[in-house]
């Protein structure tokens, strides 16, 4: 069945209570029915069952998990209105309605549809009714220190113990539900499930969530003495290979794109539109100290303005210090805040650090991100967050899909967007065993967030775009000779944009009449689900662009060139501001005006190359085990593994890609 919010009217809820009868549950929800007596009607929650139960490794199933096992949980509170939250957040992202772009303020939203102290109160003691300890209250949640034995009693399920090599965990293997009296009153559970909750010798961890970014080649023994020519500009330069698919040269990639060639292919360069008055946040774990420093420095390497004072800030989680402890993804980090200044020169920049490790006690990997974003809702920091962070959908169960599903209803209804980069592993599939299921990324895959794709941008040199591609690239290793290939063209799958159907959520209202039947429904063989990722840009580090920062180790600068749907994401977070000014608002949560978008000159409808026209280039990249050697590539263009380009919508870059029009376009509107 798709994942529905316990909100939708699709929600399966059983039976009916008097008032009364309903009061004296909640005051004594630890008391089992009289003999003979009616079971109380319940409420069924989003499934805690995790995908990697019944995964092709799975752990091994060691049976009924002991009672005595402790559990930490976020209880989530549904607020006054989930089912109104819901309808309100979908009318004010709807451009054919009347109500579209009339957000509320963070109060107003915490007023109509927020919790409260009496549901609060209600839930906390209906907890505390089974022996469990509330150890924690917010706007949005309840924590909860609990035993197996009163997890399973209160939310009528049964919990399992798995073991792996290196540790035991616990989850769910049936439903999770709750008396109907609390069925509109509790949302979802997080924590009944962790893979690695008892290691022997280490700090329980969850599975490490993916990050979208660019992918170094994996070095191979051999290794040349020499970097391979690079362009200024796409087809500048090309280089003599040995024979390959009737070619005997191939363009050289470029030496990393400059933040004018993007603002000149994107549109930027001489328009009125910068993102001035708009924010865009940035969230991540860790924190690069230099990062402003950095980019000014850059910036000022390429001739253009960096940060005009109080333009970038940052905002770190309570426990960010304790929990990072100065850790910092730096090439990253450059990217992202760069990428959204070279796109929109006049936003605002708030980095939003989220917590560092893994989510002790909750298995997901993800919660320091979601409280990352909810500080950004609650706060209304930016009208754009962009985000690389994903975990494989297969590993996110529906229990914590409801709770970010509840926090970006809140972020639409102020008029505040999420894009998500869609991930550099192409369908997934290369290197897993047969039978692999094709992967898809959450967060990037909610119903309510923007997943962002990838392409290889060719740009001219006079600035223009002469050329787009699906991001994708099948490589081939040249021996250091160059007279040959350590594998034979095209040799195999490196990297590329990530997409295609989820398994778990349905097909959201803006993708139907657009997705094609054959995606959403998996050729006819299922429910039509959601489809990612929505939109594209330049993405493939063969186009990338340059940043600039200073390596925490080491203290020594450098420029580089970045890539991946981490770059494609905040490419279109910035493009975002800027047509906001354009148009005098927030777009909010974008997807429904992206999709009206399509066939317009907004949006580049990305097709297949040409049969044998697909270009290929030759690569370098360092081996970063032997300094001052490279590796040298031959890379064929556009096979992004089982994602395909077609006209019109398609699972290797959504709509298309944001153009040179994408901006002006909502002056007109």
């Given at each position: 069945?798709?994942?529905?919010?316990?909100?939708?009217?699709?929600?399966?809820?059983?039976?009916?209570?008097?008032?009364?009868?309903?009061?004296?549950?909640?005051?004594?929800?630890?008391?089992?029915?009289?003999?003979?007596?009616?079971?109380?009607?319940?409420?069924?929650?989003?499934?805690?069952?995790?995908?990697?139960?019944?995964?092709?490794?799975?752990?091994?199933?060691?049976?009924?998990?002991?009672?005595?096992?402790?559990?930490?949980?976020?209880?989530?509170?549904?607020?006054?209105?989930?089912?109104?939250l819901a309808r309100a957040a979908r009318a004010v992202s709807d451009p054919s309605g009347p109500d579209?772009?009339?957000?509320?303020?963070?109060?107003?939203?915490?007023?109509?549809?927020?919790?409260?102290?009496?549901?609060?109160?209600?839930?906390?003691?209906?907890?505390?009714?089974?022996?469990?300890?509330?150890?924690?209250?917010?706007?949005?949640?309840?924590?909860?220190?609990?035993?197996?034995?009163?997890?399973?009693?209160?939310?009528?399920?049964?919990?399992?113990?798995?073991?792996?090599?290196?540790?035991?965990?616990?989850?769910?293997?049936?439903?999770?539900?709750?008396?109907?009296?609390?069925?509109?009153?509790?949302?979802?559970?997080?924590?009944?499930?962790?893979?690695?909750?008892?290691?022997?010798?280490?700090?329980?961890?969850?599975?490490?969530?993916?990050?979208?970014?660019?992918?170094?080649?994996?070095?191979?023994?051999?290794?040349?003495?020499?970097?391979?020519?690079?362009?200024?500009?796409?087809?500048?330069?090309?280089s003599t290979i040995p024979a390959a698919g009737g070619r005997t040269t191939a363009v050289d990639q470029v030496c990393g794109y400059t933040p004018q060639q993007i603002r000149d292919a994107y549109g930027v360069t001489n328009s009125p539109y910068t993102g001035k008055g708009r924010t865009v946040a940035v969230v991540l774990d860790g924190e690069l100290p230099t990062m402003e420093a950095d980019a000014d420095r850059f910036f000022a390497s390429q001739g253009v303005p960096g940060f005009a004072p109080g333009q970038y800030s940052e905002n770190l989680a309570p426990t960010f210090a304790a929990s990072c402890r100065g850790s910092a993804d730096a090439q990253e980090e450059a990217l992202d805040v760069e990428t959204i200044h070279i796109a929109a020169p006049d936003a605002k920049v708030v980095y939003v650090g989220a917590d560092c490790g893994e989510d002790e006690g909750y298995g997901g990997g993800s919660l320091a991100f979601l409280d990352a974003t909810t500080r950004i809702v609650d706060q209304h920091l930016a009208d754009?967050?962009?985000?690389?962070?994903?975990?494989?959908?297969?590993?996110?169960?529906?229990?914590?899909?409801?709770?970010?599903?509840?926090?970006?209803?809140?972020?639409?209804?102020?008029?505040?967007?999420?894009?998500?980069?869609?991930?550099?592993?192409?369908?997934?599939?290369?290197?897993?065993?047969?039978?692999?299921?094709?992967?898809?990324?959450?967060?990037?895959?909610?119903?309510?967030?923007?997943?962002?794709?990838?392409?290889?941008?060719?740009?001219?040199?006079?600035?223009?775009?002469?050329?787009?591609?699906?991001?994708?690239?099948?490589?081939?290793?040249?021996?250091?000779?160059?007279?040959?290939?350590?594998?034979?063209?095209?040799?195999?799958?490196?990297?590329?944009?990530t997409g295609g159907r989820s398994a778990v959520i349905a097909e959201p209202w803006y993708q139907k009449g657009v997705v094609p039947a054959a995606l959403t429904t998996a050729g006819g063989t299922a429910p039509a689900h959601r489809e990612q990722p929505d939109i594209s840009a330049d993405a493939d580090p063969a186009s990338g662009w340059l940043t600039g920062y200073t390596d925490p180790a080491s203290g020594s600068y450098a420029e580089a060139m970045g890539g991946g749907t981490s770059g494609s994401s905040p490419l279109i977070a910035a493009l975002e501001v800027d047509a906001a000014q354009a148009s005098g608002h927030a777009l909010g949560f974008a997807n429904p005006l992206l999709y009206k978008l399509r066939n317009t000159p907004a949006i580049r409808d990305i097709v297949p190359a040409p049969a044998g026209q697909a270009p290929w280039v030759q690569t370098y990249q360092a081996d970063w085990e032997h300094p001052g050697k490279f590796l040298t590539f031959l890379s064929l263009f556009d096979q992004d593994s089982t994602l395909k380009a077609a006209p019109g919508y398609d699972d290797a870059t959504g709509l298309g890609s944001a153009t040179a029009d994408f901006v002006r376009s909502f002056a007109r509107r």
């Amino acid at each position: 069945m798709p994942y529905q919010h316990p909100s939708s009217p699709h929600a399966r809820r059983t039976g009916a209570m008097t008032a009364a009868a309903a009061a004296a549950l909640v005051l004594a929800g630890a008391v089992a029915p009289a003999a003979g007596a009616a079971t109380p009607a319940r409420t069924d929650l989003p499934s805690a069952v995790p995908g990697w139960v019944s995964a092709q490794q799975a752990p091994t199933d060691t049976g009924a998990a002991p009672g005595s096992w402790t559990l930490s949980l976020r209880v989530y509170l549904a607020g006054k209105d989930p089912a109104g939250l819901a309808r309100a957040a979908r009318a004010v992202s709807d451009p054919s309605g009347p109500d579209y772009a009339h957000y509320l303020t963070p109060a107003q939203a915490v007023q109509r549809y927020g919790t409260d102290q009496a549901q609060t109160a209600k839930v906390s003691t209906w907890l505390t009714g089974f022996g469990m300890h509330v150890t924690g209250a917010d706007a949005h949640y309840l924590t909860v220190a609990a035993t197996v034995d009163e997890a399973q009693r209160a939310f009528a399920t049964t919990l399992h113990g798995y073991a792996h090599p290196w540790s035991v965990g616990y989850a769910p293997v049936s439903g999770v539900s709750v008396p109907a009296a609390l069925g509109h009153d509790i949302s979802t559970v997080i924590g009944l499930d962790n893979p690695s909750a008892n290691e022997p010798s280490a700090t329980p961890t969850a599975p490490a969530p993916l990050r979208s970014r660019t992918v170094k080649a994996a070095p191979p023994a051999v290794t040349g003495p020499e970097p391979q020519p690079c362009s200024q500009w796409w087809g500048q330069n090309s280089s003599t290979i040995p024979a390959a698919g009737g070619r005997t040269t191939a363009v050289d990639q470029v030496c990393g794109y400059t933040p004018q060639q993007i603002r000149d292919a994107y549109g930027v360069t001489n328009s009125p539109y910068t993102g001035k008055g708009r924010t865009v946040a940035v969230v991540l774990d860790g924190e690069l100290p230099t990062m402003e420093a950095d980019a000014d420095r850059f910036f000022a390497s390429q001739g253009v303005p960096g940060f005009a004072p109080g333009q970038y800030s940052e905002n770190l989680a309570p426990t960010f210090a304790a929990s990072c402890r100065g850790s910092a993804d730096a090439q990253e980090e450059a990217l992202d805040v760069e990428t959204i200044h070279i796109a929109a020169p006049d936003a605002k920049v708030v980095y939003v650090g989220a917590d560092c490790g893994e989510d002790e006690g909750y298995g997901g990997g993800s919660l320091a991100f979601l409280d990352a974003t909810t500080r950004i809702v609650d706060q209304h920091l930016a009208d754009v967050a962009t985000d690389s962070f994903s975990t494989a959908e297969s590993s996110t169960t529906p229990t914590t899909m409801a709770a970010w599903d509840q926090m970006f209803e809140q972020g639409a209804l102020e008029g505040i967007g999420f894009d998500y980069a869609s991930g550099d592993f192409g369908d997934g599939m290369t290197g897993e065993p047969a039978g692999t299921p094709p992967m898809v990324v959450f967060p990037a895959g909610d119903q309510w967030a923007t997943s962002v794709g990838g392409t290889t941008l060719e740009i001219g040199k006079a600035g223009h775009v002469t050329g787009e591609l699906a991001w994708g690239n099948d490589a081939a290793q040249l021996d250091p000779q160059g007279t040959g290939y350590l594998t034979p063209p095209p040799g195999t799958f490196q990297m590329g944009s990530t997409g295609g159907r989820s398994a778990v959520i349905a097909e959201p209202w803006y993708q139907k009449g657009v997705v094609p039947a054959a995606l959403t429904t998996a050729g006819g063989t299922a429910p039509a689900h959601r489809e990612q990722p929505d939109i594209s840009a330049d993405a493939d580090p063969a186009s990338g662009w340059l940043t600039g920062y200073t390596d925490p180790a080491s203290g020594s600068y450098a420029e580089a060139m970045g890539g991946g749907t981490s770059g494609s994401s905040p490419l279109i977070a910035a493009l975002e501001v800027d047509a906001a000014q354009a148009s005098g608002h927030a777009l909010g949560f974008a997807n429904p005006l992206l999709y009206k978008l399509r066939n317009t000159p907004a949006i580049r409808d990305i097709v297949p190359a040409p049969a044998g026209q697909a270009p290929w280039v030759q690569t370098y990249q360092a081996d970063w085990e032997h300094p001052g050697k490279f590796l040298t590539f031959l890379s064929l263009f556009d096979q992004d593994s089982t994602l395909k380009a077609a006209p019109g919508y398609d699972d290797a870059t959504g709509l298309g890609s944001a153009t040179a029009d994408f901006v002006r376009s909502f002056a007109r509107r």
